[in-house]
């Protein structure tokens, strides 16, 4: 048994229940202590248990340590007091053999069963005063008790034959046992009833004590019962005394500030505001003594403070699936992405799934004659005023811009319709697309796979030139050809 664990753990209960005592004077704590003769009584239905070893069994004394409070109950001298305290239990095996009778290895065999509980027992006490100032009283006291093993050994001494000798030697020493509920274990808890009666003089106290196991506290490998007996005898004393009741102070709302120094009389508050509830300066809440942002409305995961914007990008950090980098919203707080790596961002990129230069708009590079073809093509392609129909003059073009796009399968084109200013915008839009339609269905007549032509038509919304003059007018109305690199 380690005594000095068990003495800080006493000690630390102790000041514990003086702290509670002094919260209420009407509660009064004793330290005790006491000697005890301790037995570990077994029950079973082996035939010749108790000649072959049952007489050979014995009490050992122990002793109890511990606190003890009391609560009166009011009338008729009646009290409950519930304690907390170590006790010292178990029995003794004694055994010797006369060897004079017949050979044996042993001749003698002593141990002591050392179990070490933590007891809290509650006690009904009735008191009966012995003097006019009661101070001093006889008590008698019952109750129930829980307690759970703090540990458990066995000490043991015997005389035994020397292996393959005649001589006898002396062994000695402590083995601990096994706490559990498995087969051959001692119980982890104990329940049981105890009754003491004695003597209140004064401040100390005397008595006598009696427990008794009402569990099984041991599990053997055959049938049985065992149970903790406890005879003993105690000494204590009270380390406080009751102190007169004084009236309470009114506190119309309970909060613990008398009503002389509360300033929020109906609503519960703490001293601290006298009396009043902790401020919510920010109205969010959450009040300022939690409040990391006592200005600013926020929540209460973030300390009353708002949500974070870590990369101050304008999102805060819950809708922000980039946190430490800043990006636009449309993109869930991340940067603009760059699909294929190019260095021009998706958005500015005319060919997001394709790596090109900057100043090519990220496309890929088509070579220079091609787009130079392309551009003398475009201003021999001509349509009626007004409308979709291209002129005879338009073919040759075409069809020389069909059999590049046929000498270099790798490209596919974009064809762009644009209109000048003059007339409805959706009807200028409608039309540059569908000028664009017109070159694609004629392109497609010279062999062209259709999945390799796009069109687009922008109406008035991409001038080249100003709208001001007949001549400017007549260059912002054009069809543009823009090659383009096919992913691979």
């Not at 506190?251 to 929020?264: E, F, L």
Request: hydrophobic share 30%.
């Amino acid at each position: 048994m380690k005594l000095i664990p068990l003495c800080r753990s006493l000690s630390l209960i102790l000041c514990g229940m003086l702290a509670i005592s002094s919260l209420d004077a009407q509660i009064r704590l004793a330290a005790l202590g006491g000697i005890q003769s301790t037995n570990f009584i077994q029950k079973n239905s082996i035939p010749g248990f108790d000649t072959a070893n049952g007489n050979y069994y014995s009490s050992n004394t122990g002793f109890e340590l511990g606190v003890l409070a009391e609560i009166p109950l009011g009338k008729y001298n009646l009290y409950i007091q519930p304690g907390v305290k170590y006790s010292a239990k178990g029995n003794q095996y004694a055994r010797s053999y006369d060897s004079s009778f017949y050979q044996n290895d042993t001749l003698y065999n002593q141990h002591t069963l050392n179990l070490n509980y933590i007891e809290m027992p509650v006690f009904l006490t009735w008191k009966l005063p012995l003097s006019k100032d009661q101070k001093n009283q006889f008590y008698i006291s019952a109750g129930p008790y829980f307690a759970f093993i703090y540990g458990a050994s066995q000490s043991y001494q015997n005389r035994v034959l020397e292996y393959n000798s005649t001589n006898y030697i002396y062994k000695s020493g402590t083995e601990d046992l096994t706490v559990g509920n498995g087969t051959g274990e001692y119980k982890t808890f104990d329940i049981g009833f105890s009754a003491k009666a004695g003597f209140e003089l004064g401040s100390v106290l005397i008595g006598a004590y009696y427990s008794r196991g009402l569990t099984n506290a041991y599990t053997s490998s055959y049938p049985a019962s065992f149970h903790n007996e406890v005879f003993g005898g105690s000494l204590g004393i009270w380390l406080n005394k009751i102190k007169p009741v004084i009236p309470p102070v009114t506190d119309a709302d309970q909060d613990g500030t008398p009503d002389t120094d509360d300033s929020c009389l109906t609503i519960p508050g703490v001293p601290k505001y006298h009396g009043c509830p902790v401020p919510d300066s920010d109205h969010d809440g959450i009040n300022d003594e939690q409040d990391s942002c006592k200005d600013v409305p926020g929540l209460s995961r973030y300390h009353g403070c708002p949500i974070p914007d870590t990369d101050m990008d304008g999102l805060n950090d819950e809708e922000d699936s980039c946190k430490t980098i800043p990006g636009p919203v449309k993109y869930h707080g991340c940067p603009v992405p760059d699909r294929d790596l190019d260095g021009v961002n998706d958005d500015m990129d005319r060919c997001p799934d394709q790596p090109g230069p900057a100043d090519n708009q990220g496309c890929p590079v088509v070579k220079a004659e091609i787009v130079k073809r392309a551009q003398f093509v475009a201003a021999n392609v001509l349509f009626a005023i007004n409308s979709t129909t291209l002129t005879k003059s338009s073919y040759p073009a075409l069809r020389e811009l069909a059999d590049t796009l046929q000498a270099n399968p790798d490209l596919s084109l974009l064809i762009e319709g644009h209109t000048d200013n003059e007339g409805e915008p959706d009807y200028n839009m409608q039309l540059s697309l569908d000028r664009a339609e017109s070159v694609k269905k004629a392109l497609l007549r010279y062999g062209i796979a259709e999945n390799r032509i796009q069109v687009k038509g922008f109406g008035a919304t991409k001038p080249i030139a100003h709208n001001d003059t007949a001549a400017e007018r007549a260059r912002n109305r054009r069809v543009v050809f823009v090659f383009q690199l096919k992913n691979r």
